[in-house]
């Protein structure tokens, strides 16, 4: 048993258990205090009254999340002390609570209202630090009359705010902004919370593109101040707070002031959190570039895309909500100790899957937080068990569906198996939830589903696509079995000179007589060997028979479909290394030169070198992740016909006639020396590569 597998269960465990805890009751012998509202009072003011946070008070009191109300009697935890703070003026504002819809803004939802969005954020602080996303609840101050601070004059390098135009009053009216260098309309629009098409219609004239110096309109909101250099955004990156660190470790580290920090990050002042991102100066040790310009970093490496760069297109930075499905079996790993976790684990292949592909997943939202992506990830385990057949174990699906909510979801990566997929995909068609099969290529086509396996037509399509401009003046020879007597037809009819081996039956399985093949060889011609089965002992005779005549003969052998007999250790990749075997796979061989860093980060998280399926987990989710970023949604961003390429694989989304999305980007493979796996070009027509 590999450690690694039980290093990785025990990832899962304890992730769903902190899943699991915070929604969960406190402990029985926990004491309690109350607290009743007064006319006024605000779930923020009791916050800070008691030195909680808000969601201190929500844990015990659900119902607080929509409203409180005076006279409600607020549940809280004995550790709780009333602080001497005076309450904030006009406490008796009263709110609308407001749901946000896609595309609208914090700028939006100012003009409708007719407030300002500072006084929106004054009762929503999360919105100092974070960014508006559809279905976010928010309180809307209605009769709020509160002074918003004067904008501030910048000066320096010739960009930012007039202050000749900046209201002292912090009314809705427009002020002037002189674009910089190296600005885009998406920098500028999510300086000020609003979208690109909101920041062309103030300026109309900005629509043929921007010039450095050109003065345009932008809403009149507060910005940081004393210092050009906080709205360009070049000169900060972003740190998440690690265990131990203190507010005084972080200003002897950015060497900055208290006011700086808190200045940049607003949230700070309610206290330093483990895993907070912080905004601070550029070029610290440990910070996260929130650019996608720096050369060398893991996601540029792995995000090499053949027809366009994601990162360099990237639009929406709304934070992702992403389902997870798989067959973790937590009931039973938690169950059972974890020294029986060894047994539970080698008897299930499934999870063993799910295990490696979840740590993949892990990497991959690291690296698109690097990239600014924020991700909401709801892991769900399906419960599967072999045992309990196709229809018990989709029902535990449907019961997992029903019971959650799943309005706002971006995507659902999974369920794993098929007839799991299947139901799921059937059941979140009407709410238009896309899902992607992870691994299975499998399954039912609906509009909502994405295959990113290929099918095996596909594979041989590919195959057969690269041979057909290529095979004038080669002398083709075919060889196939009785279970693919139907691509043995379509070859012949694509190739009518080919020759056909005849492949004889015995009791022991197919075979070839010793002069089967080599009676077929040209002395004078290529020979090209296209060789469909999945027996071991057939392609080890036939690998075997064609290695010998290699000092006389050029032959090449293909296959329209690669099964899993040429993993076998009977079949010897000599051979083939030496016949220039090449197969379609819907992924490649990744190198460690050219993706050191992935590999490096993997190895140090979990002490191991990622597997395929991990790889797989990190290639799907950071693509989702990426695409999710780019468009709209997951349907427009496949409609693009953006084809991305990473660490073993890639994705081009076709859409079928029928419904649905399929992947058909499909890698072309050879054997080449020293036994690497080689990617085929595809482009020259007139060459096959050997």
Not at 607 to 625: C, F, N, V
Request: with cysteine; hydrophobic share 35%.
């Amino acid at each position: 048993m590999k450690l690694k597998h039980l290093f990785l269960v025990c990832i899962c465990v304890v992730s769903f258990a902190f899943a699991k805890a915070e929604s969960a009751t406190p402990a029985f012998f926990q004491e309690f205090i109350s607290h009743q509202v007064a006319k006024g009072e605000t779930l923020y003011s009791i916050a800070r009254k008691y030195k909680l946070t808000e969601k201190d008070i929500i844990k015990l009191n659900p119902d607080a999340k929509e409203r409180v109300y005076e006279g409600l009697v607020l549940i809280l935890p004995e550790s709780a002390t009333a602080s001497k703070e005076t309450a904030t003026p006009q406490e008796d504002v009263r709110f609308k609570t407001h749901k946000v819809r896609r595309k609208e803004t914090l700028y939006s939802i100012s003009k409708k209202y007719n407030v300002t969005q500072d006084a929106i954020k004054k009762y929503n602080k999360r919105l100092y630090s974070e960014t508006l996303r559809k279905g976010d609840k928010i309180r809307i101050p209605l009769n709020y009359v509160g002074v918003v601070e004067e904008k501030v004059t910048i000066t320096n390098t010739g960009g930012g705010i007039s202050q000749e135009e900046a209201p002292k009053d912090g009314g809705a009216a427009f002020v002037s902004y002189t674009v910089k260098a190296k600005e885009t309309k998406y920098g500028i629009a999510r300086l000020y919370g609003i979208t690109i098409a909101e920041l062309e219609t103030m300026n109309p004239e900005m629509k043929d593109g921007l010039k450095v110096g050109q003065t345009i309109k932008v809403p009149n909101t507060t910005v940081e101040k004393n210092d050009t250099a906080v709205i360009n955004e070049e000169v900060y990156a972003f740190y998440e707070v690690k265990k131990g660190n203190t507010i005084y470790s972080l200003l002897k580290e950015f060497n900055i002031s208290a006011d700086k920090l808190v200045e940049l990050n607003p949230t700070v002042g309610d206290g330093l959190k483990e895993g907070m991102i912080l905004k601070v100066p550029k070029g610290v040790s440990g910070t996260i570039s929130n650019t996608t310009a720096d050369a060398g970093t893991t996601i540029e490496m792995a995000a090499n895309t053949t027809k366009g760069s994601l990162l360099d297109s990237l639009s929406d930075y709304s934070t992702k909500k992403v389902v997870l499905m798989l067959p973790f079996g937590v009931n039973r790993t938690t169950a059972d100790s974890l020294a029986n976790a060894e047994d539970v684990i080698k008897s299930d292949r499934a999870l063993r899957i799910s295990l490696d592909f979840y740590s993949g997943v892990l990497v991959a939202l690291d690296h698109a937080k690097q990239q600014g992506i924020s991700t909401d990830l709801q892991v769900y385990d399906t419960e599967y068990v072999r045992g309990d057949g196709p229809a018990t174990n989709a029902r535990k699906v449907e019961r997992l569906i029903s019971s959650n909510d799943f309005s706002g979801v971006d995507v659902v990566i999974g369920p794993l198996l098929a007839s799991n997929f299947n139901r799921a995909s059937t059941l979140l068609a009407r709410q238009r939830v896309p899902l992607i099969s992870p691994i299975t290529q499998r399954v039912d086509f609906r509009s909502n589903v994405f295959q990113s396996r290929p099918s095996e037509a596909q594979l041989r399509e590919v195959m057969i696509d690269y041979l057909k401009p290529r095979a004038a003046g080669k002398n083709i020879i075919i060889i196939a079995d009785k279970k693919n007597g139907k691509v043995k037809t379509k070859l012949q009819s694509l190739f009518p000179s080919a020759k056909v081996v005849t492949i004889r039956e015995g009791d022991n399985g197919p075979y070839l007589g010793q002069y089967d093949v080599t009676d077929k060889i040209s002395e004078f011609q290529e020979n090209w060997i296209i060789l469909e089965t999945n027996d071991v002992p057939l392609i080890s005779s036939v690998t075997t028979k064609l290695t010998t005549l290699l000092t006389t003969r050029k032959v090449t052998l293909f296959t329209t479909y690669k099964g899993t007999a040429y993993d076998s250790d009977a079949i010897q990749h000599m051979d083939l290394m030496h016949l220039h075997f090449h197969y379609p796979s819907m992924n490649k061989e990744y190198t460690y030169s050219a993706t050191k860093e992935f590999v490096d980060t993997y190895e140090d998280r979990y002490d191991i070198t990622p597997s395929k399926e991990a790889i797989r987990g990190y290639d799907i989710m950071y693509d989702t992740l990426l695409r999710l970023a780019f468009a709209e949604n997951l349907y427009d961003a496949a409609k693009s016909g953006i084809e991305t390429n990473y660490i073993e694989n890639k994705f081009r989304y076709d859409q079928k006639s029928s419904g649905g999305f399929y992947n058909n980007a499909i890698y072309l493979i050879k054997y080449s020396e020293g036994l690497m796996l080689e990617e085929v070009s595809r482009e020259n027509p007139e060459e096959v590569e050997d």
